[in-house]
């Protein structure tokens, strides 16, 4: 998976949950959770 920004995900080996706030490199061990959208409004 490549994670974009917003998406939160989980990586599998440390039980880590995290939220992207730029782009990242190619991981196959996150997991994708769902994305977060602008809750401005």
């Known amino acids: 998976?490549?994670?974009k920004a917003g998406?939160?995900?989980h990586y599998a080996p440390?039980?880590?949950l995290?939220?992207?706030i730029k782009p990242r490199a190619h991981s196959?061990?996150?997991?994708?959770?769902?994305k977060v959208d602008d809750?401005?409004?």
């Open 1 to 3: 998976m490549v994670p």
């Open 7 to 9: 998406e939160p995900t």
């Open 14 to 16: 440390w039980g880590n």
């Open 18 to 20: 995290a939220i992207f």
């Open 28 to 34: 196959r061990s996150l997991l994708p959770l769902g």
């Open 39 to 41: 809750g401005g409004g």
